[in-house]
């Protein structure tokens, strides 16, 4: 059966997973606006919140990068009707991934203090920062198990099912903020930032419970682990391997941004927590078509019908633009009440309203470099994404950041060198696609 691409179709994969995707920002958001309106020391407490979950986005996007790789290659064999040969794959990852995760916890657990110290945390910040990370971290195994989870429901063209689970998840992690962090009278006391991080955690549980139950219960996919491995394990490692390295460069630049901004002030690494985690969500929101992108170019990969996936990514460049000159409008639209959401600090909101305005400015071009990056994953091309990540952080984002902090730009600074490492990721990739599949293409 030919694979669709109307725009019917497109949305069907896309929205549900542009819900799903929110569900991961919308987390710690929801912990920076509800701390960030605390009491006492909020400025603080916003600081110490944006560089535990820089941290976090850093383990979870370098071990979390199974979804991609599992998608990948379970819509290929869909595409090429041989789903058959890889449905113990899943399992084996998901034993492989939970594993390095419970390694990394016990080896990170010990040094948080020194670990946030090297974002250039101190004094009350630092101390808030581990003991969020001291909470945080035990659900870290548990996300790894969703996203897994959720690679696996793409590779087999379901976005439905990790929508579901991402809207519990993210309504019950709201509830709890509230309940934990301000307390309620005579049943809970409040906790402040402790109080967000275990309501992340019992989230994320809920999620990995629901997540297998649907697994287990609405695909053929069994979670059982079964040795020796699949003969894609190889090539399921060496993609990972590519990701991690292209992670590792993606970290990089959110660690130096972290510790510039951190460097510059309170108010200015609260104001960078407040616009990075904005950023991070129209990154998400853009992620849906990006994941239909993923999710169709691996099984039109597999059908060998290169002029539809020629004709996919125009449609998704369309698309992408679109949605991101609507998320750019609508955010100058309510521009000065957002700020407000996560703070009432003049100090904290002047330095975010300076930089916000290059947020919504990079929408549109984030949407291409997302949506051809979701492509290229579904293809299978990790190499090519590894490659180019690390150029555009080394010859693109660090020089530019070191030379708007030699003129004393701040926040600015930073954000300006997020819009050129965007567009250094975005138009080599859409250049490379057309070179590879246009000729194949006219022969298809």
């Known amino acids: 059966m030919s694979t669709s691409i109307s725009l019917k179709h497109i949305n069907k994969l896309a929205i549900p997973a542009l819900i799903a995707g929110v569900s991961e920002p919308i987390l710690s958001l929801t912990d920076a606006a509800v701390v960030g309106n605390v009491q006492n020391n909020p400025t603080e407490a916003l600081a110490a919140i944006g560089i535990v979950t820089t941290f976090l986005s850093m383990l979870i996007w370098i071990l979390g990068q199974t979804r991609s790789a599992i998608s990948s290659i379970i819509s290929q064999h869909v595409g090429a009707n041989k789903l ?30 020194q670990i946030f110290t090297l974002y250039n945390a101190s004094d009350l910040i630092l101390d808030y920062s581990i003991d969020y990370y001291k909470i945080r971290v035990f659900g870290f195994p548990f996300t790894l198990f969703v996203i897994a989870v959720f690679g696996t429901f ?45 309501a992340s955690v019992i989230a994320q549980i809920v999620m990995a419970l629901i997540s297998g139950y649907l697994l287990l219960t609405k695909t053929a996919i069994p979670l059982r682990i079964t040795f020796p491995f699949n003969k894609q394990i190889g090539n399921f490692a060496l993609m990972i391997l590519n990701l991690f390295i292209r992670t590792l460069a993606l970290n990089i630049t959110l660690y130096f941004a972290t510790k510039f901004a951190t460097g510059y002030g309170k108010n200015y690494i609260a104001a960078y927590t407040i616009a990075i985690n904005l950023w991070f969500l129209g990154a998400f929101i853009i992620d849906g078509y990006a994941s239909a992108g993923n999710i169709l170019s ?101 020089p530019i950041l070191f030379i708007a902090d030699h003129y004393d730009f701040k926040l600015k600074g930073i954000f300006i060198a997020f819009t050129f490492w965007i567009i250094a990721r975005g138009f080599p990739l859409i250049i490379k696609f057309r070179k590879q599949f246009s000729p194949l293409a006219q022969n298809n």
Request: net charge positive; hydrophobic share 55%; charged share 10%.
């Open 84 to 113: 058959d040969q890889v449905k113990d794959l899943p399992a084996q990852a998901i034993f492989l991934i939970t594993s390095l995760s419970l390694v990394i916890i016990a080896t990170t657990y010990p040094f948080a203090s």
């Open 154 to 198: 793409r590779g087999l063209q379901n976005t439905f099912y990790p929508m579901i689970i991402a809207i519990i998840g993210a309504g019950l992690n709201v509830i709890l903020d509230f309940a934990f962090v301000y307390g309620i009278t005579g049943l809970i006391t409040p906790m402040h930032i402790k109080g967000a991080a275990y």
């Open 298 to 398: 691996g099984k039109l990969l597999g059908e060998k019908k290169y002029g539809t996936l020629l004709q996919l990514s125009n449609k998704l460049i369309k698309i992408g633009i679109l949605q991101g000159c609507i998320i750019a409008v609508l955010g100058a639209v309510f521009y000065y009440p957002i700020g407000h959401i996560f703070t009432k600090e003049p100090e904290v909101l002047k330095q975010f309203y300076n930089v916000f305005w290059i947020v919504l400015a990079m929408q549109p071009l984030c949407a291409l470099a997302f949506i051809f990056d979701g492509m290229f994953k579904g293809l299978g091309k990790m190499k090519d994404l590894r490659n180019l990540l690390l150029l555009s952080t080394i010859l693109v984002f660090l």
